[in-house]
């Protein structure tokens, strides 16, 4: 029973219920006794060592002794090497205050690393995206760009394409990735669109690759699957084009938007996974030398930076943060816009809706997304579409422009150079063999989609803008209101002492009324002030005990 004064109850019981714990003890410990007299006690087994009938027992005796001391003269060396590090960083500490003449060049050359290293840290992130972009461009010879083949026009970012195209005599590849994800006539349709402009190549990352190893060879009776890389044998042949084009040992860039498949690529090609890959967007940071064999080297770069000119879907689609900038209901909304209604209703098994709003709240029935109290999870829907479509798990399409013209920053000496040494209808063929070897997805059950053209991006630091700073959270919010609350009631009382032992004869001549007036006018604010107080007071004790 529980007393009403105590916090905890107490641990009295009647005899009879003590009484039966203790038996019931010991008949458990009998229990065990009995069973291990029925196990026999084992005692632990000895190393029994080296038998005496082996050959060369001495021998192995001594290597094993040997062995032994070694380890334990490694251990020592290992622990005097750590001393001399110590000491070492401690007359460097020391001398770091002391006079530029005093200190080695070789220090001097540490302390400007140290400080470089964190004056990068502290620089915007998308700055530090800019300059890696640079660094890889500059020191490819071939740039593969990977696009998303559900909407190819829409992942191509025309101010890369002209940063290239000035920084030298360097050949541009477009390369479709995720190509099993679109009808096969609208894949066969975008490639003949694409090849009049730039080389194209179809192609498929694995995803096979989970750990670092070699992607096991498949048998020969086994036909091609989607879950196998397809294209890189067309893609290996390219580059090795280009290769005796050169005439020496070439580096491929590799560049793109997020999430089009950029890392998944170079670990297809080397078969072993070298960079890392995910859902989430923005995974590389930094550019990444790759070599494939003595002649080709691939460079990983990051992602390119959307500019914020560019339409709601398409900075929801392309941009790693557009889910935290835009709401998730605006970005999602702005994606549904531009997809073919009676397709999606289709897609998603949901009745027909007039609103974004409808349709959030009918998936999230559907799919079983429910807020306290039963009500549908709205945010929960919209994020769902977001990651669908930014991922690989959606299948759409869009449908290229009816007819070819050629984009404002090429001409038609650039298309040629471009094509210039290259087996283009070798080339042809290998994306044929691709495009029937891919699983592509019915016309009936994709989703079409409008594409809005070209993705502007960004090349230059200058042009991005620093991003505003944090909202502030609900909790700093409730105490910042609680002390100007309290610095409010304090003033009003300061105010309130002051005005009584400062009274002007002049204001002492007041009527009766108007005094006890004002004295129920102040006594009514500060009523209220303690109110409030009390009011924000009980909700930040709430929250944090909740907390």
């Not at 001495?58 to 290597?63: D, N, P, S, T, V």
């Not at 995720?178 to 975008?190: A, F, H, T, Y």
């Not at 020969?220 to 044998?233: A, M, S, V």
Request: with cysteine.
């Amino acid at each position: 029973m529980k007393r009403p004064k105590l916090k905890k109850a107490s641990k009295r019981m009647t005899c009879h219920k003590r009484y039966k714990i203790q038996k019931k003890v010991r008949e458990h410990h009998r229990k065990l006794r009995k069973e291990a007299k029925k196990r026999g006690h084992k005692k632990p087994r000895k190393d029994p060592g080296v038998p005496n009938s082996a050959p060369f027992k001495e021998a192995l005796l001594r290597e094993a002794e040997l062995r032994k001391q070694q380890l334990e003269e490694l251990k020592q060396q290992q622990k005097l090497d750590r001393q001399k590090e110590q000491e070492k960083k401690r007359k460097f500490e020391a001398s770091f205050g002391a006079e530029p003449s005093d200190v080695d060049p070789v220090k001097e050359e540490f302390v400007q690393h140290k400080a470089k290293k964190a004056k990068l840290a502290k620089q915007h992130p998308k700055k530090l995206y800019c300059q890696e972009l640079k660094k890889v461009i500059e020191a490819s010879d071939v740039v593969l760009e990977v696009l998303d083949a559900r909407d190819p026009l829409g992942c191509r970012c025309p101010q890369v394409e002209s940063a290239l195209l000035q920084g030298g005599q360097k050949r541009l590849v477009l390369v479709l990735n995720k190509s099993d994800l679109v009808p096969r006539e609208n894949l066969e349709n975008w490639v003949n669109y694409l090849k009049k402009e730039l080389p194209t190549v179809v192609f498929r990352a694995s995803t096979n690759v989970k750990c670092k190893r070699k992607i096991t060879k498949e048998r020969r009776n086994i036909p091609f699957k989607t879950e196998t890389c397809i294209g890189k044998e067309g893609l290996w042949k390219l580059l090795k084009d280009f290769q005796e084009i050169y005439g020496k040992a070439i580096q491929v860039g590799v560049i793109g938007f997020p999430n089009v498949g950029k890392s998944s690529l170079i670990n297809c090609l080397k078969q072993e996974q070298i960079c890392n890959v995910g859902v989430s967007m923005g995974l590389t940071r930094s550019m990444q030398v790759v070599p494939l064999d003595k002649q080709i080297t691939i460079i990983d770069s990051p992602s390119l930076i959307v500019s914020p000119v560019n339409s709601p879907a398409t900075l929801a689609l392309r941009s790693p943060a557009s889910i935290e900038e835009l709401r998730p209901v605006e970005a999602a909304s702005a994606i549904l816009s531009q997809a073919d209604t009676r397709q999606v209703v289709l897609k998603f098994t949901v009745p027909d809706f007039k609103s974004p709003s409808e349709f959030f709240a009918s998936l999230a029935q559907r799919r079983g997304l429910h807020q306290k109290g039963g009500s549908p999870n709205v945010e929960g829907a919209a994020k769902l579409l977001w990651s669908q479509c930014t991922s690989g798990s959606l299948g759409f399409y869009c449908h290229p422009p009816p007819s070819w013209t050629l984009s404002p920053h090429f001409n038609e000496n650039i298309v040629t150079d471009m094509k210039l040494g290259l087996n283009l209808e070798e080339l042809e063929k290998n994306n044929a063999h691709s495009i029937q070897a891919i699983r592509s997805p019915p016309l009936a059950s994709s989703i079409l989609f409008q594409s809005s053209g070209m993705t502007n991006g960004i090349t230059e630091e200058k042009d991005i803008v620093e991003e505003l700073p944090k909202q502030k959270t609900r909790k700093q919010e409730e105490r910042e209101d609680l002390e100007a609350i309290n610095s409010d009631q304090e003033s009003v009382d300061e105010e309130a002492d002051g005005s009584g032992s400062n009274m002007s004869p002049v204001k002492e001549t007041l009527t009766d009324e108007q005094s006890a007036s004002n004295i129920d006018e102040q006594s009514a604010q500060s009523h209220v002030l303690d109110r409030k107080s009390e009011e924000k007071e009980d909700a930040y004790d709430f929250s944090t005990d909740y907390v």
